[in-house]
Structure formats: structure tokens, C-alpha cells
């Protein structure tokens, strides 16, 4: 398998941009992570979707952050506006729980620069 | 989810043991202690977790108390590409939502 599969790698945008980060879970994955590495904050989930549907959204920032699973095999992230403090590493993470083994597969992150 | 206290930097010499602690002494029944690192630039990876005994993989031991407000994270035999932050979590059994915290910058030297 080729393990979490994000895009783009790099991003870099200007103030009021729409920016939108992708990810591939690996297949049969049953839970997908979505999480925020600053050096401020450190690493912080964002949300979580379990069989592509969203089950915690509380670390979420704010509304111009959003996420979507349309199906098993893929979800977006979404900044609309972007904001030079949305500036982070996004990884993208994924787990199959139903197996019994609970840990999770991160991606190799989206570096996103806002100008 | 229990809190964890790491030390924020630790030293290692190549081949030796690496020797990595962690509080949680406010730990509940359920929760589980898992280990994940970071090198530099990548996703985190998985290393190893466990409930109440040790535990051992091909990446690692696991050690945790009788009872369970500290374990320690054993590399038996450090090398150079294991220099990265390692991260002690406790969450539940469902693993579901991982509170990463500082965790301990590890540096392996020649």
C-alpha cells in the first residue's frame, strides 16, 4: 500500500485565498484524522471523520475552516479566506479501527504558507 | 484524556539504550499509553502502546509501572535516524482523538 496520500506537498498562497488540501486514506481505512503542527501549538486535531462521516469537529478553528469525505477514498480541507495565522503543517491521518488495531497513519503533510 | 509530562530533550549515544520517560499518573482504567515519534519533516509514526504489561516490537519496548502512572519508552540499541520528538499518549480504547502534547526531542550522537 502506499500509505496516506496528501496533496499538494507545498502550498503557498496570498491573504484571502481559498486553499484546499487533499488527502488519500489507506484503503479500507475506516477513520480519518485531519490535524494542524505549528511550533506554537504544537500538533492539534482538527476533526475526524469515521466511514466518511464527520464525528468531532470541536478542534475546528474557526468557520472559514472546512472539511468534507464525499467517500471512503478521499477528503478535502478547506480555508476560505485563508489567514497568514492559518500558516501550518496539515497532516492528514487514517486508522482501522474495526480491526482492532488503533493506530493511526499520517501522511507526509501539506506545508501551507499564507502571504 | 489523562494528562502526560515528558522531559523536553533528552540525549542518546549511538548503540546505546535510549531510555525515554513518561508521567500519567492521573491515567484512568480504560486509557491506553501510546508511542509515536516525528523526524523531522515527516508524519508522525506509530511506535508502540499498551495497557497494563510490557510490551515489546520490532521498534521497541514498552514498560509500564504496576501502577500505571509512569512508563518508559526503551530503544534498545539507538541509532543515528532515531534522533526525532517522541510523543507518550494516553487516550481510551478507541484511540480515536490523540492529544500530542511537547513530547521529548531526542538527540542520538555518534
Redesign the interface.
Known amino acids: 500500500d502506499a500509505g496516506v496520500i496528501q496533496s499538494p506537498r507545498h502550498e503557498v498562497t496570498e491573504m484571502g485565498q481559498e486553499v484546499t488540501l487533499r488527502c488519500k486514506p489507506i484503503s479500507g481505512h475506516d477513520y480519518l484524522f485531519w490535524y494542524r503542527q505549528t511550533m506554537m501549538r504544537g500538533l492539534e486535531l482538527l476533526i475526524y471523520f469515521n466511514n466518511n462521516v464527520p464525528i468531532d469537529d470541536s478542534g475546528m478553528p474557526e468557520d472559514r475552516f472546512s472539511a468534507k469525505m464525499p467517500n471512503a477514498s478521499f477528503s478535502t480541507l478547506k480555508i476560505q479566506p485563508s489567514e497568514p495565522r492559518d500558516s501550518a503543517v496539515y497532516f492528514c491521518a487514517s486508522s482501522l479501527v474495526a480491526s482492532g488495531r488503533l493506530e493511526q497513519f499520517f501522511g507526509p503533510g501539506t506545508r501551507l504558507t499564507v502571504l | 484524556d489523562a494528562k502526560t509530562t515528558q522531559p523536553p530533550s533528552m540525549d542518546c549515544a549511538e548503540g546505546r539504550a535510549a531510555n525515554l520517560p513518561c508521567n500519567h499518573s492521573t491515567i484512568s482504567g480504560n486509557e ?1 499509553v ?1 508511542w509515536y515519534r ?1 523526524i523531522h519533516s ?5 511506535i508502540i ?1 499498551g495497557l497494563k504489561n510490557n510490551e515489546t516490537n520490532e521498534m521497541a519496548s514498552l514498560i509500564i509501572t504496576e501502577d500505571r502512572k509512569s512508563s518508559t519508552l526503551i530503544l534498545p540499541h539507538a541509532t543515528l535516524r532515531d534522533t526525532a520528538v517522541y ?1 507518550c499518549i494516553s487516550t481510551p ?11 521529548t526531542s531526542l538527540l542520538v550522537t555518534p
Open positions: 491506553y501510546y516525528q515527516q508524519g508522525p509514526q506509530y502502546h510523543y480504547n478507541s484511540g480515536y482523538a490523540l492529544n500530542f502534547g511537547k513530547g
